[in-house]
C-alpha cells in the first residue's frame, strides 16, 4: 500500500473529526475506519 503524506493542516482536521465522532459516542476503530486511518497512528 503506498503511503499517505498528510501536511499538519490535513492533519489536525483529521483529529478534529476524530474527536467530534467521539464525543458522539463511536468507537476509535469505527472512527479510523471512517478516516482512512489506523488505530496506531491516531
Do not use: F, N
Amino acid at each position: 500500500m503506498k503511503r499517505k503524506y498528510r501536511k499538519p493542516e490535513q492533519i489536525i482536521k483529521l483529529l478534529r473529526q476524530a474527536e467530534a465522532k467521539s464525543v458522539q459516542g463511536q468507537s476509535i476503530d469505527d472512527i479510523c475506519r471512517q478516516l482512512g486511518i489506523s488505530d496506531a497512528t491516531y
